[in-house]
């Protein structure tokens, strides 16, 4: 079973936006402890990879070990880390990539 961190930042963000439907939101992230292989790669940096969850017309990024998920079997991934860092609607997608992509650049996983 994978691990699932959402960040402060990010839950703040989602229970402002979605209110009631937030925990809805949730749980579709936190699926992903047991079906760690969900979602829609966007990039890898390194070794962190960088995934996509769609939630009507919003998307949840988030970032794991490129690695592991890639050569791993869904039972072995028990010390696999799952890290949501952001949203986006449509209109704002490919500028929160770029960001992201940026920002694993720079500072690592840890800029997060």
Sequence with gaps: MAVVIITKRLEKEINKKFKEES???FTLMRELQNQPKKGKEISVIGRILVKE???KSYRFYF???GYKIKFLKTD???DLVIKFVR???K???QKVIDE???LLRELGEEGF
């Design 91 to 93: 209109n704002s997608q």
């Design 63 to 65: 970032i794991m070990d």
């Design 53 to 55: 969850l769609k939630y």
């Design 76 to 78: 072995e991934l028990k």
């Design 87 to 89: 949203m986006s609607d």
């Design 23 to 25: 925990i809805a939101i």
């Design 100 to 102: 992201i992509k940026t």
